[in-house]
């Protein structure tokens, strides 16, 4: 998912660059859910742990 957002965000770099500002805008806008999804999983998982199988 950070692969996913990191490639949104290079998408809004070079569309901003180009004056695209509406794709820049929506591109970065998905990089920074996905990035906080990211985010929130991550510290799911972390909290969660690895469990001894049952």
Known sequence: ?????????VIALVAGVL???GIAGA????????FVVFLI???I???RGRRPPV
């Open 19 to 21: 004056g695209f500002t």
């Open 45 to 47: 998982s972390f909290f």
């Open 1 to 9: 998912m950070l692969h996913y957002a990191l490639i949104f965000l």
């Open 41 to 43: 999983l991550a510290v």
């Open 27 to 34: 591109a970065s806008q998905i990089a920074w859910i996905l």
